[in-house]
């Protein structure tokens, strides 16, 4: 892997310079800039037979022989339709941040239905987590592979039985894919492939927006950290999801939340909340009467403890107290406890350097000022999909 | 039983003038005030065994004679023990309002158990729903019973095998007596059968615990209906349960409600909520993409729907939407929808007349006017067990 990782990192100083960023997933490889197009140059070990694949990439040669060997050049071209329907809805990409359906995907997805309406037509039928796709047959019993690979869609790699094409496709890529197959079969137009992007909001309309919606937007910023767009997603998604588990365990209620990130010099957190403040009182239920250890605890916690409005009281047969609860707004919550949640390690080190928390229309001067993250949150706010019109 | 009420009547009418109220359970009866002491009199037909009793009240005369006959004047002094300890706690009477121990059920507790101090230790390893006293030995099979019967308690009544004696005591209170059992064992004192008064917050104290609190705290105010104290509270407890449903389907969160009544001027329904207000946004979960029929439906309603802020879009494998809440005050929430509520028939006719919907410190006026009810609110907003001491 030593010798892979200096041959790369020549090859790629002889392309681009020094404009690219190492990476690092079973093998080194490299993500570099070339004219503007974005390029992984992934290297991999030749092998006479798949059994000899040593990782991941190594397979690649093989699905390359595979589809070269197969695909006919009227099938070429049902293929490129495919993907860039999967493109305009948003699907394409097996990446973490999209978690859609990968090249090969499309491409053997083409082969099994024959064109690419088939592959719409057919998908209208699948259901998450009982579609099986097997190409070569490898698997008699239909049921044993589904769970075996237990994923919303399961394709079996026709150079390796023991692998779903489709692994890294989420359950919602997978449904908005179903959903607007259905919409283009029934009502087929280009906006499926080229998408108007939505017009931003004005910084006033923005501010009304918030006004109407009566919710508590809270929005984290921390700096982006240099990394590979797919650790950095890995790492977002991540402390997305801890980020959440700490809000909603202090008892604020979620609407919706997601992260956005330039992937160069911003990461932004967008928390919408019921309320950015709660009451100080909560109810706190404790042990039934009749298990004694844990009501002698309790008891001795709770009675003549300052924090207890009310009680301890009985209610059906169980002791409750009401008491001062230890965060009624969310952003002290979070200015003293973000770096307690489960975070990526990257996102962690970034909010130890800069963490801004800021609420409502306070985002109003970024927001004017970064045009990506105006099409953004103007898409988060009132956003649906382009293709979505009235049957 | 037309016999039975034109009976009951004159003999009322000899005793007390108009002073009584008509009422009617299986029987009709009469509620009267005799120098100040309520008392209930209930007419009931004299039958020669049990097995020809037509009613609940036919059956009182037997019991009168198996307490006469097997309580020894000894446990009749430890009777008056356990039914002042009863009452002190707040434990003591069949009546809905209190869903406590009546006091043929003390009696028959004393008889089984054959002290008052025994009742006290044996209750302590009571476990509601499986807890059996069968004094004659009715049933061989105690699981059996218990099934039978499926309460908290379950005392066979002696002079009727298929009589649950408890049948009208709450899990609340059974379990109260339970705890202040271990608490008197662990130190025997006088407050458990007088427990001293709590004095009412000033009205200045009490704008402050309001404040203190954080929470909302919303009062309906209503006329009470005049009617037996039984009719009332199984009003008043099934209207607080439908006002609790109507609240929480609109999603307002309920921290602590009751309802308070002098039974005879004023019903004060009282809910304390984290938010009075709740954000416009909302968001709605449709079907999922598969399901196609419902998928239409969903879609149908919620494209170009003037109430929708965000979508419809995918989350996982459903069709969601952000959409307007109806109501977004729960003051006006109830003042438009509170008839609507699963109401007692009387509550529901009071409310038609006469209905206040306060908030906060908008009681101060109310509470200061009214003894009676600042004692109960005092208790409701800071209120422990008089025989609740640091052990």
């Not at 090249?103 to 998450?128: A, D, Q």
Request: glycine share 4%.
């Amino acid at each position: 892997k030593e010798d892979l990782k200096g041959t790369i990192l020549r090859l790629a100083e002889c392309i681009v310079g020094d404009k690219f960023i190492e990476a690092y997933a079973e093998h080194p490889y490299v993500e570099l800039d070339y004219h503007g197009v974005k390029i992984d140059l992934v290297p991999c070990i030749k092998s006479s037979s798949i059994d000899e694949a040593k990782t991941a990439v190594d397979r690649t040669p093989f699905h390359t022989i595979y589809i070269k060997s197969n695909l006919s050049d009227n099938l070429k071209d049902e293929v490129r339709l495919l993907k860039g329907f999967m493109k305009g809805i948003g699907c394409y990409g097996a990446e973490t941040k999209i978690k859609g359906f990968s090249g090969y995907l499309c491409e053997l997805l083409v082969l099994y239905y024959g064109s690419f309406i088939n592959v719409l037509r057919s998908s209208i039928n699948w259901k998450p987590y009982s579609t099986l796709i097997d190409i070569e047959g490898y698997y008699k019993d239909a049921e044993e592979a589904l769970k075996l690979f237990n994923a919303p869609l399961v394709v079996i790699d026709p150079v390796d039985r023991n692998r779903n094409v489709a692994a890294a496709l989420s359950l919602e890529s997978m449904s908005k894919f179903i959903s607007a197959s259905k919409f283009f079969l029934e009502s087929p137009n280009l906006s499926f492939f080229q998408p108007k992007s939505i017009k931003p909001l004005s910084a006033n309309e923005l501010i009304e927006e918030i006004k109407r919606r009566g919710s508590n937007l809270i929005f984290i910023i921390t700096k982006c950290p240099k990394v590979h767009s797919e650790i950095l997603w890995g790492q977002l998604y991540r402390s997305l999801k801890g980020l959440k588990k700490l809000i909603s365990n202090f008892d604020f209620k979620i609407i919706n939340c997601d992260v956005w990130s330039d992937e160069k010099e911003l990461i932004i957190f967008i928390f919408e909340l019921e309320n950015a403040t709660l009451p100080s009182i909560k109810r706190h239920v404790g042990p039934p009467v009749y298990i004694q250890n844990e009501v002698k605890n309790f008891l001795n916690k709770y009675l003549n403890s300052p924090i207890v409005f009310l009680g301890p009281k009985i209610e059906d047969c169980r002791w409750v107290v009401y008491i001062k609860r230890k965060y009624i707004d969310v952003k002290q919550l979070l200015s003293e406890k973000i770096l307690t949640a489960r975070l990526g390690d990257l996102i962690k080190s970034s909010l130890k350097e800069r963490c801004v928390i800021i609420e409502n229309e306070e985002i109003t001067k970024l927001y004017s000022s970064n045009n990506d993250f105006s099409i953004y949150l103007t898409n988060y706010l009132k956003g649906t999909y382009p293709w979505l019109t009235k049957e």
